[in-house]
């Protein structure tokens, strides 16, 4: 399993070269470089221009190119020109907020998803299951941003019940519990909705797979056997149908990070989501090109998680 | 004259394996196989699962790319796309396949599905495709509303012989037939048999016979191979086979099948047992060290084996 | 005489009904059997004749939700139609034990094949674990695989699909079961492979003296195995006796026709004997009168029961419907009026419930 | 006429609202609360908390309680001896002297030295700190720009003459200024930078190091005690504040986006809100508990016409003699046909007033408020434009002069729902008199993509809309002059040149003569009307009820004085 | 020998369910399966009944007269001024503007969708049909284009390109989602290009070409019918999405993002709230309305068919 591991690695890097290349490109071809907008009457257009040289925005790109993967190889992701600090500083402090987020989202989704899926599963053509089935239409019907939108204006504004910004509150102290719970009261939110949304493929696989199983000859061996009910269920229908689900969890990752972009944008939380819709509103290249190749090696990573997760819980993909 | 004569032919699959996914090793489904397919004539090829029956039978049709060797046709190597072209090869090899409703397009009547040969091979009109699609649903005693039915309309062994028909439509003059009644109840597939025998009767057909079911090879085929490992252990006639079997392996298929006759059973069980017991004792005497069959050795005029000590050198 | 204990099953006028849209249809269609000890039973018959639904109706498997059962499975002194699940759990694997066709199909290919074993006695016995491995072990080597420390922590794709079938093997007979359902084991296997399964199912028996059910549509294999034979016809057990006097004597015409249809017959270059017709669908299926009289349309109706019964024609072998007395084959001389009558048939009883009635068998 | 002084602002039909610049709040104040203040931002701020290095106007707002300004100024402007250090000009040695108060010290309690003061300007002119604020007008200091070249160690144009720890800085200039009395002039600077607590950090390091981002040092009344990178600083009162402690002890200020401001508000979660959306006025116009201040912006939107183009070479506009927009008469015909009026009243109600001049009237002294603008006269446009040749086809649109097909193209900046409509409502007034007038890319340009045009001067626009947020020093100079790239509409004019010269002339140095310099400047620009004003802003800042001594007059710090009169 | 007259089809217990799905009478399971199905039903008149008013209404609407704003008229609540939803921050009248929108939206969504499907269709099947090396080729493609970060890369090219209209987002939003029908449609082709059909087309000397599109093709219909509707979903989705975070179409091509988007401002999300919530309202008639049907379609195309 480990050369099959190393091997998908190895198959990673022409990806992940091709992408920065593809990134860095489509940067370089926004309009404007991050001093366009640095004018008041103060300012002065030679100092500008001395800048711009002064971070290469002059050379071609491929220079450019070459001396970011160059710097990149040390760990230099280059300056934000609007945040004037390292990209990797500045992106590491906003990813540890995504990350939670993302974390929190996962758990809340799974959470709900789960029992769900299994209860529609079980008693199909239910009146349970319909409702459930209706639920997921529901969500598979509007964009998920309009449910962020929702939340946010009935649990944020009318009801109060939860802060409509930020990550954390001022007065808490990194490191005391009130710290940690203060994020967290931050996130429930976002959390709650961005989970709620996520659920309904969940559930579709997790009914789907239910039911087919039913049906499978082992489970018919298993009553056979004399196996009680319950058993049946849980060890040998259950396992059977969580599978996909497990499989897909590391590609949720993929999707939580494109979500990431309306969560962060509509509950003004400070993640990569956020992070990078203003990076290309100010068209700071740096941030931009860095997020981009991250959020290809995050999903490339995501892949490569469900795979080891597949192999892991499925002996039948367990290679050499 | 053989209508077709297969020589030395191996077809050999990859295998991927290791730290690059390169090729490390190969499936010898076919690994050098010579006969030839008489005018007239069935040839059985018998086997187990998974010992290249198939891969032989499409490799003859044209749909198996060959690793090596010769496929001789009119003289010609038919193994070469272009010389299949050439000699619009399938009008006159065509094949049955083992399961008839995989084997039928269920998007298209049956009108369609047995023009299709028709119309690739033969110019005709419109009328002239009607009739003889007609003609040929007559040969299998189909009635002719089918012609505007969907597969899925027929059972098993109606939607085999539409198979029949199909493959006999442009008159071919060798068909392969691989497990054509393998999923057919006993009764149905009394009629299938029936049927390709009679058209074999009428027009002069050649079957490669494919199965695994020893009753049917030897209500088919007068000549006939046995396959293991992608090689023949045997080939001889029917008598040759059935009644003075050479080889170890094929000592053990034939003992393998069971009897219909209660009465016989304890003494065909005990036969089985003995042949058994012969071939975990003699398997590596009839088999080289990497476990491949050796190559064939003359018995008789028409009878050939596998046997070991002939290929050393040694005496029968 | 048999004894009574050695009657293990007694089923009697089982109907099993399948839902189609809104009606039910009966599969199994009064159909009355019975398996003692130390026998291997077969049910023969072609596709969709209801071997399967019968077996299963047994072990109790059906979704009452599509099915209904009726009639009474007598098993000691439970009627297993009706009997609750609990109960019937704790028969299921311990007192029942089931082979299925797909020997890949039937394991749980995320479960290591001795926890697959070892779950039956779980459930049905208070052996520790170390006691349930040993016996797993025991139970792999007694089916004939090689390396039963290794298969035990392999998974089914692992296993040939031979190794898989003993796999299954193992799991019924666990228990040592006295009875053993075996559906087609050895349809999915090569004809080598099948003779070891069968032969290794014969071994079975004879260690557990158990009595097996073996379902199949290759009378080859019925002669070699079976003890007695059962012959069903679209839902119906047409014939049924011991192996040596259907498949010598013959007798229902569906019975005979079929064998005359076997390639093997060694008649080589003649045609296979052909039947008329097809085997009707479920739907189709519910007919009053002979089944099989469609098929046979030169017999003239008045052959033919109009409720068909069974008849005894032998010791112990019974054919249903009277047709059999003036059958003939198409190309054979119709028989005559003395031979009509003179043809065997006594009333069957056939109930074995108090062993009235049933005759000796021990031919073998 | 220039010659009137009167005192009606504006002759247009859009009123601002007159805000009051200060709390009424008369009630006692209470110990122990602390006040809350918003930023109004859609984005995280990037805390560079160090006015040197800055960028970003919301930093400057989480600054304002912790840095002051190192001078005093009037609400006009004037520096005063006010603040923590006077200034003091001397025209003939060409010199401005600054001196610091004795008690002026930064919240560590050390004071205020003339290093610190100089260091600000070696922070500004360094190369390593590529800052965007060492401009053309700072190279006026004698060896600024060695120092920047590296050709030298020290500036020598910043005198230390009692020594780095003294408390007197001498700036020698190259030449004098007119708007060397006026606060924001961009000639010298107007903070100092803690010598001791930087000289650690490499000026490379600077804009990222924790001295700047996670705990910066000012001499204001108030500490930034805590940071929260991207969303809120706390703050406590400085006990070194050297007009003595301030009253309130606790301050805290976070960003709260557009779309949440208003909600806050409602429930009183800030006490003063910075930054505040004009938008969506109404909304919160009358939100209860709250005061509303507001002051004159120092900033104004209007229309450009192109007509030519800058050269980088020679560092002057070339106009175009030949451009589209190169036509009095089109370009006050397309002024006359806007409903500026309607726009302002509509979308920003009492908040933003239509321009007249490219004065705003803020700067009380320079603007002429006799002149009108182009106030909505479709009659007089289609009028213009008949009489210039611009004959209507049978389509409804005009063609140019020539007889050719005319279609102007406007580059508009996106900026919220309104901008959208807002672009949309020009263009169809524009068709009414005849004009085809198409959006440049067919859709309002991003920030980014729209300055990328517009300094460029790629040839995809003919008429755009931007805005100039001004300094204290009104000087046109920078903005409009010949050789000032930021003269976006690339005009040149003898008789301009003449014009905007007069303004920053050594005769100006009169304030007298150099009102009138502004007064002819305006004029001659109206006329013109190569760059139309659109409107002025009046920006609002909600303050709640319990705030006491806050006020946003220009020129004032309340920050020391500011109280609650009640607890949260 | 007897001639066996076998006109009777056989049991239909015989046949595999599939079998009957992929069988020509398709189009007749999917109608019996929709009237079975209520809601399906329902599902589809509603779908209709939008598609169809979105596409005459907003035709006939789609001119300045829609778009054009009109600045006394602002913010003007439902009913006033004859203004049967209200009007818009520039004065616009919502209930017109809504039609126009829906009709871009779905205009959108249905182009996307169609150029997927076709993408999906040609190069799925290619690469499932010859397999081999054509298909690793094809097959690393995808793959890559997978794990590009779609959102963002759309965002960032949303923001490039020049002249940014309704085509130019079809085509960037097609760019970034073609991969999952790709792969659909070649694990579909790749299972029936192995069945025997196919060898005996080939065997009757039927071209490559009109095997994969005439004869193999057909079979899979039923599902590429089922992924377009939901492409068609997802992809109005999608366009929403952008036009919210303030990457949409111009104004004068109005979409239902652009006047959900209106509610990112506290302000319209509650106190103007018929600026928005009629274009929710209709996005989640219709794309609820296009999944149920989606789903039926599903259910009728195969019963054990999943996604994945
Ligand atoms: N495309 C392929 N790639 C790799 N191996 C293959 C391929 N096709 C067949 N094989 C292998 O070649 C061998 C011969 O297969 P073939 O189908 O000819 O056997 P067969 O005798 O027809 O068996 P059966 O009785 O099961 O039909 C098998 O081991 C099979 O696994
Ligand atoms: N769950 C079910 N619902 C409806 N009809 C069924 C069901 N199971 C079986 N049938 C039908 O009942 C009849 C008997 O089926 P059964 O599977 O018992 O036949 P079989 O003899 O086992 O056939 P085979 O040899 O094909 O296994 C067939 O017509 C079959 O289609
Ligand atoms: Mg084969
Ligand atoms: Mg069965």
Redesign the pocket.
């Known amino acids: 399993m480990w050369k099959t591991i190393l091997r998908r690695v190895l198959i990673m890097i022409p990806q992940l070269i091709l992408l920065s290349i593809l990134v860095f490109i489509l940067a370089k071809m926004m309009p404007g470089d991050p001093f366009t907008g640095l004018i008041t009457p103060q300012t002065d257009p030679a100092q500008i221009a001395h800048l711009k040289a002064a971070a290469g925005l002059n050379d071609p790109w491929w220079t450019q190119y070459f001396h970011w993967v160059v710097n990149m190889f040390h760990g230099d992701l280059g300056q934000s020109y609007t945040y004037k600090r390292a990209v990797t500083g500045l992106i590491g402090e906003r990813a540890v907020n995504t990350f939670w987020l993302a974390l929190l989202t996962v758990v809340i989704s799974y959470g709900i998803a789960i029992p769900f899926g299994v209860i529609a599963g079980r008693y199909e053509d239910t009146l349970r299951d319909k409702s459930i089935q209706l639920y997921t239409f529901v969500l598979l019907a509007m964009p998920s941003f309009v449910f962020y939108l929702f939340g946010l204006v009935v649990f944020g504004y009318v009801l109060q019940w939860f802060p409509t910004s930020g990550y954390v509150s001022l007065n808490a102290d990194p490191g005391t519990i009130g710290y940690w719970g203060s994020r967290l009261y931050h996130m429930i939110l976002p959390a709650l909705v961005g989970g709620l949304v996520s659920t309904s493929g969940t559930i579709q696989y997790l009914r789907a797979g239910v039911i087919d199983n039913t049906n499978e000859d082992f489970v018919r061996t298993a009553r056979s056997k004399g196996v009680p009910e319950r058993v049946v269920f849980n060890r040998h229908i259950l396992r059977n149908s969580l599978l996909p689900i497990a499989a897909f969890l590391g590609n949720s990752i993929t999707g939580l990070l494109g979500g990431s972009i309306y969560v962060e944008t509509i509950f003004s939380y400070q993640g990569m989501g956020q992070l990078f819709v203003s990076s290309i509103t100010a068209n700071d290249y740096s941030v931009i090109t860095a997020l981009t190749l991250l959020f290809g090696f995050l999903t490339l990573l995501g892949n490569l998680l469900s795979d080891i997760i597949m192999s892991i819980v499925d002996p039948r993909v367990r290679v050499e | 004259m053989a209508l077709i004569e297969i020589r030395n032919l191996k077809i050999h699959?990859p295998i991927r394996s290791g730290f690059w996914n390169r090729v490390t090793d190969h499936?010898l489904?076919?690994d050098g196989v010579n006969f030839d397919i008489e005018e007239g004539e069935t040839y059985g090829l018998i086997?187990?699962?998974?010992?290249?029956?198939?891969?032989?039978g499409k490799a003859i049709v044209g749909l198996e790319p060959v690793t090596s060797g010769q496929i001789i046709y009119k003289g010609k190597d038919i193994t070469k796309a272009k010389n299949r072209k050439a000699l619009q090869y399938n009008k006159d090899v065509q094949m049955i396949f083992q399961d008839s409703l995989s084997s039928l397009n269920p998007r298209k009547r049956i009108e369609d599905i047995i023009a299709e040969p028709i119309r690739n091979f033969q110019r005709l009109s419109a009328t002239e495709e009607r009739k003889r699609v007609q003609e040929l649903l007559d040969i299998v005693g189909m009635p002719s509303d089918a012609l505007y039915k969907y597969p899925h309309e027929f059972s098993g062994g109606q939607r085999q012989r539409i198979g029949v028909a199909r493959a006999v439509a442009t008159n071919p003059k060798l068909i392969v037939a691989?497990?054509p009644v393998s999923a057919l109840d006993l009764s149905v597939q009394a009629q299938v048999l029936n049927f390709m025998k009679r058209i074999q009767e009428q027009y002069n057909i050649s079957y490669l016979f494919?199965s695994?079911d020893l009753g049917v090879v030897k209500h088919m085929c007068r000549a006939m191979a046995i396959?293991h490992r992608?090689r023949f252990v045997e080939i001889g006639t029917r008598e040759d086979i059935y009644t003075d079997p050479k080889h170890i392996y094929t000592k053990r298929l034939l003992a393998a099948i069971p009897e219909v006759k209660p009465g016989d059973r304890d003494a065909h069980v005990a036969h089985r047992k003995a042949i058994e017991k012969e071939f975990t004792e003699e398997e590596n005497r009839y088999y080289d060290k990497n476990g491949r069959v050796y190559d064939l050795q003359r018995v008789s005029d028409t009878h050939q084996a596998a046997l070991p000590e002939l290929a050393d050198g040694g005496e029968a | 005489m048999d004894k009574p204990e050695d009657l293990l099953l007694d089923i009697q006028h089982l109907h099993t009904a399948f839902r189609v849209g809104d009606d039910f249809y009966d599969a199994v269609d009064d159909v009355s059997l019975t398996l003692k000890r130390d026998e291997i039973l077969a049910i023969v018959g072609e596709s969709g004749s209801g071997k399967s639904t019968l077996a299963t109706s047994i072990i109790g498997l059906h979704n009452p939700m599509n099915t209904k059962v009726t009639g009474d499975i007598l098993y000691s002194d439970l009627n297993l139609v009706g009997l609750n699940e609990p109960i019937y759990n704790r028969l299921r694997g311990n007192d029942i034990g089931m082979i299925f066709q797909d020997p890949l199909a039937a394991l749980n290919p995320l479960m290591r094949i001795g926890d697959q074993i070892a779950e039956t006695l779980l459930y049905h016995t208070k052996m520790t674990k170390e006691e349930r491995d040993k016996r797993v072990l025991e139970l792999l080597g007694q089916v004939g695989i090689p390396n039963p420390e290794r298969t035990f922590r392999q998974y089914p794709h692992e296993l040939s699909g031979g190794m898989r079938q003993r796999v299954v093997i193992a799991i019924a007979i666990a228990c040592k079961p006295p009875i053993i359902i075996a559906d087609e084991p050895t349809t999915a296997l090569d004809v080598t492979i099948q003779a070891q399964i069968l032969d290794l199912l014969r071994q079975i028996q004879s260690e557990t003296h158990s009595g097996i059910i073996l379902i199949t549509h290759d009378l080859g294999v019925v002669a070699e195995t079976a003890d007695r034979v059962a012959v069903m016809y679209a839902g119906q057990i047409v014939e049924k006796g011991s192996v040596k006097d259907v498949f010598e004597h013959p007798t229902h015409p569906y019975t005979r026709s079929l064998l005359r249809s076997m390639p093997q017959a060694d008649s080589d270059d003649d045609e296979l004997h052909v039947i008329q017709g097809v085997v009707p669908s479920l739907k189709n299926m519910q007919i009053e009168g002979c089944r099989f009289a469609e098929r046979i349309p030169w017999i003239p109706d008045s052959a033919h029961e109009a409720k068909p019964t069974m008849h005894e024609v032998g010791p112990d072998h019974f054919v249903q419907c009277t047709c059999y007395k003036s059958f003939h084959f198409e190309d054979e001389p119709a028989p005559t009026a003395e031979q009509i009558a003179a043809a065997p048939d006594k009333p069957a009883v056939e109930t074995a419930v108090g062993g009235a009635g049933v005759t000796d068998d021990s031919e073998d | 006429g220039s010659k009137s002084n009167s005192s009606s602002s504006s002759s247009s039909s859009t009123k601002q609202q007159t805000f009051p610049l200060a709390t009424t709040n008369k009630k006692a104040a209470v110990k122990g609360a602390t006040l809350n203040i918003a930023v109004v931002d859609d984005s995280p701020f990037k805390g560079v908390f160090n006015e040197e290095l800055y960028d970003d106007a919301y930093d400057a707002d989480f600054m304002t309680p912790a840095a002051e300004s190192l001078f005093g100024t009037t609400s006009g402007f004037k520096f005063n001896d006010k603040g923590a250090a006077s200034i003091k000009f001397d025209n003939d040695k060409k010199t401005a002297t600054i001196e610091i108060k004795k008690n002026v010290k930064w919240s560590d309690g050390k004071p205020v030295t003339a290093k610190d003061i100089e260091y600000a300007y070696e922070i500004v002119a360094n190369k390593d700190t590529s800052t965007s604020r060492y401009t053309g007008s700072l190279q006026n200091i004698e060896g600024l720009s060695e120092y920047h070249d590296g050709k030298s160690k020290t500036i020598s144009g910043v005198e230390m003459p009692d020594g780095a720890d003294g408390q007197k800085v001498i700036l020698h200039f190259k030449q004098m200024k007119p708007g060397f009395t006026q606060s924001g002039n961009g000639y010298f600077l107007e903070s100092a930078a803690p010598y001791h607590y930087l000289k650690s950090v490499p000026f490379k390091k600077l804009a990222s190091s924790d001295q700047v981002r996670k705990s910066p040092l000012f001499f204001g009344p108030y500490v930034m005690s805590k940071i929260v990178p991207g969303q809120s600083v706390a703050y406590t009162a400085n006990k070194y504040y050297w007009k003595g402690e301030p009253k309130t002890k606790k301050l805290t200020a976070s960003v709260v986006s557009t779309s949440s401001i208003v909600s806050g508000l409602k429930n009183k979660k800030y006490d003063i809100a910075m930054e505040m959306p004009t938008d969506n006025y109404s909304s919160y116009k009358n939100v209860k508990g709250y005061k509303i201040l507001g002051k004159e912006d120092l900033s104004y939107t209007y229309i450009g016409f192109h007509v030519g183009k800058w050269d980088a070479k020679k560092g002057v506009n070339v106009m175009d003699k030949n451009a589209k927009m190169n036509n009095k008469s089109l370009r006050q015909a397309m002024s006359y046909a806007l409903n500026l009026d309607e726009i302002n009243n509509k979308f920003y109600p009492g908040l933003r007033s239509t321009g007249t001049t490219l004065i705003p009237p803020v700067f009380k002294e320079f603007h002429d408020s006799s002149l009108k603008g182009y106030p909505l006269n479709i009659k007089k446009a289609n009028k213009l434009l008949d009489d210039a040749g611009y004959k209507k086809g049978k389509d409804g649109y005009r063609t140019d002069p020539n007889g050719k097909k005319l279609t102007i193209r406007f580059a508009s900046m996106a900026g919220g729902d309104s901008a959208t409509a807002i672009a949309q409502d020009y263009i169809q007034q524009w068709k009414k008199i005849g004009l085809r007038v198409k959006l440049t890319s067919g859709r309002l340009l991003e920030f980014q993509n729209f300055y990328d045009k517009i300094q460029n001067d790629t040839n995809d626009y003919d008429v755009f809309q931007a805005a100039w947020s001004l300094s204290s020093e009104p000087s046109p100079a920078d903005l409009f002059s010949e050789q000032a790239p930021y003269n976006f509409s690339r005009f040149v004019s003898k008789k301009h040149n003449k014009l905007i010269a007069d303004i920053d002339s050594e005769a100006s140095l009169n304030a007298d003569h150099r009102k009138k310099a502004f007064y002819a400047w305006q004029k001659w620009m109206m006329d013109q009307d190569y760059v139309e004003p659109v409107q002025y802003r009046t920006n609002v800042t909600p303050v709640s009820n319990r705030v006491k001594n806050f006020t946003i007059q220009w020129g004032s710090s309340p920050w020391n004085e500011v109280e609650l009169t009640a607890k949260d | 020998m007897t001639m066996a007259k076998e006109d009777t089809p056989t049991t239909d217990t015989q046949v595999p369910e599939t079998a009957i799905a992929a069988s020509p009478s398709a189009f007749r399971v999917i109608v019996r399966e929709f009237l079975k199905d209520k809601g399906a039903i329902v599902a589809l008149v509603i779908a209709i009944l939008i598609i169809a008013a979105a596409l005459i209404v907003g035709t006939m609407n789609s001119g300045e007269l829609t778009t054009n704003v009109n600045v006394l008229d602002r913010y003007m609540a439902p009913g006033v001024n004859g203004h049967i939803l209200g009007t818009d921050e520039g004065g616009r009248d919502i209930f017109r503007y809504l039609f126009v929108a829906a009709r871009n939206s779905i205009g959108i969504g249905v182009s996307v969708a169609i150029l997927i499907e076709f993408i999906g269709i040609v190069l799925g099947t290619i690469s499932g049909y010859f397999g081999g090396m054509v298909d690793n080729v094809i097959m690393r493609i995808v793959d890559f284009w997978m794990v590009l970060p779609s959102m963002l890369l759309i965002i960032v090219l949303v923001t490039i390109v020049p002249h940014y209209d309704g085509f130019k987002l079809v085509m960037i939003m097609t760019a970034f989602s073609w991969m999952t029908t790709t792969r659909l449609v070649r694990s579909q082709v790749l299972s029936q290009g192995r069945r025997d059909y196919v060898y005996a087309s080939k065997t009757s000397g039927t071209s490559n070409f009109k095997i994969m599109f005439a004869g193999v093709l057909p079979n899979i219909s039923s599902i590429i019918i089922t992924d377009l509707t939901l492409t068609i979903a997802s992809s109005i989705g999608l366009e929403s999405g952008l036009a919210f975070l303030g990457f949409g179409l111009p104004n004068s091509t109005p979409s239902l993002g652009t006047l959900i988007g209106y509610a990112t401002n506290p302000e319209v999300t509650i106190d103007r709230w018929w600026v928005w919530l009629p274009a929710a309202l209709v996005l989640l008639g219709l794309s609820l309305s296009i999944n149920f049907v989606g789903q039926a379609l599903k259910r009728a195309a195969d019963s054990r068919q999943r996604r994945g």
Request: zero cysteines; glycine letters at 20%; proline letters at 0%.
């Open positions: 699959y499936v489904a076919v086997g187990e699962s998974g010992s290249g029956k198939s891969t032989i691989d497990e494919i695994h396959m992608g």
